[in-house]
């Protein structure tokens, strides 16, 4: 199979990710041994990359990748005693990524592998912010009371992936906004944790991974919505007026829902 001339220009983020990925999870396993249930996190890791990519991309497969390096990550959480992120990937992330894949295996469109891009309000994502923190502070009590390890970061890191999966699942933009804030929590404690083992690392260089895939995915959904809008308009102008308005009016009274 020959590839696109444009193949490398327009994939040389997600290539690089892939080889540099790749280069550290090995590197980090030969330098600490192929031992542990640490190793686990590699392969959390290598999931996480492939998921970047398709995220980025717009494609239900990113869901399913995060699926899987979820689970991979809820057994090293469940190992170092990070119980809330353990129970949250279990209880909540995994069930939204299959709500998600079905969401989007219901809406895709025949010819395509992306589904229509959603995008909140600004009052509705004001009150998603605030409601991001306070699940921060409800976790932050609870992983406090339970003795958790590093619970203030765990909090916002945990709170965030929660929202975040869940606009995510329905195709709202503004899930990266969340995931901005989720990553740099996620960064912060991991970095902590690789100082108290250091076969964390691979989970750190994800996380790292995840806040530069998250501004790549961001500006990529951008793009593809004002694509979309740009051929919706297109569409518009070529139907009837009195057809237009019908439309218009519809889509006036999903909005409002948002």
């Given at each position: 199979?020959?590839?696109n001339?444009?193949?490398?220009?327009?994939?040389?983020y997600?290539i690089?990710?892939s080889?540099?990925?790749l280069?550290v999870i090995?590197?980090?396993?030969?330098?600490t041994?192929f031992?542990e249930?640490?190793?686990?996190s590699?392969?959390?890791?290598?999931?996480?990359?492939?998921y970047?990519?398709?995220?980025?991309?717009n494609?239900?497969?990113?869901l399913l990748f995060n699926l899987i390096?979820?689970?991979?990550v809820?057994?090293?959480?469940?190992?170092?005693?990070?119980?809330?992120?353990?129970?949250i990937?279990v209880?909540i992330?995994?069930?939204?990524?299959?709500?998600?894949i079905?969401?989007?295996k219901?809406k895709?469109?025949?010819?395509s592998?992306?589904?229509?891009?959603n995008?909140?309000?600004?009052?509705?994502?004001?009150?998603?912010?605030?409601?991001?923190?306070?699940?921060?502070?409800a976790?932050?009590?609870?992983?406090?009371?339970l003795?958790?390890n590093?619970?203030?970061l765990?909090?916002i890191?945990?709170?965030?992936?929660?929202?975040?999966?869940?606009?995510c699942?329905y195709?709202?933009?503004?899930?990266?906004?969340?995931?901005?804030v989720a990553d740099?929590?996620?960064?912060?404690?991991?970095?902590i944790?690789?100082?108290?083992?250091?076969?964390n690392?691979?989970?750190?260089?994800?996380?790292?991974?995840?806040?530069?895939?998250?501004l790549?995915?961001?500006?990529n959904?951008i793009r593809?919505?004002?694509?979309?809008r740009?051929?919706?308009?297109k569409?518009?102008a070529?139907?009837?007026k009195?057809?237009?308005?019908?439309?218009?009016d519809?889509?006036?009274?999903n909005?409002?829902v948002l």
């Amino acid at each position: 199979m020959k590839l696109n001339k444009n193949f490398f220009k327009e994939n040389w983020y997600y290539i690089i990710i892939s080889i540099v990925g790749l280069a550290v999870i090995l590197t980090n396993r030969i330098l600490t041994g192929f031992n542990e249930i640490m190793v686990l996190s590699d392969v959390a890791s290598i999931f996480a990359i492939a998921y970047i990519i398709f995220n980025a991309k717009n494609s239900v497969w990113g869901l399913l990748f995060n699926l899987i390096s979820t689970a991979f990550v809820a057994v090293t959480s469940f190992y170092q005693h990070i119980w809330l992120n353990g129970f949250i990937c279990v209880f909540i992330n995994i069930p939204m990524f299959i709500l998600g894949i079905i969401n989007w295996k219901k809406k895709l469109a025949k010819q395509s592998s992306k589904i229509r891009i959603n995008k909140l309000s600004k009052r509705n994502l004001t009150f998603v912010f605030l409601g991001y923190a306070a699940v921060s502070v409800a976790f932050l009590f609870i992983l406090k009371a339970l003795n958790g390890n590093l619970f203030y970061l765990d909090a916002i890191y945990s709170a965030g992936s929660v929202i975040g999966v869940i606009l995510c699942s329905y195709a709202f933009i503004d899930q990266f906004y969340i995931f901005y804030v989720a990553d740099v929590a996620g960064i912060a404690m991991y970095t902590i944790l690789c100082t108290q083992n250091i076969n964390n690392l691979p989970l750190l260089f994800m996380n790292v991974m995840f806040l530069f895939g998250t501004l790549i995915g961001n500006i990529n959904w951008i793009r593809l919505q004002k694509k979309d809008r740009g051929v919706k308009e297109k569409y518009v102008a070529d139907i009837p007026k009195n057809e237009t308005n019908n439309q218009s009016d519809e889509e006036d009274q999903n909005s409002s829902v948002l």
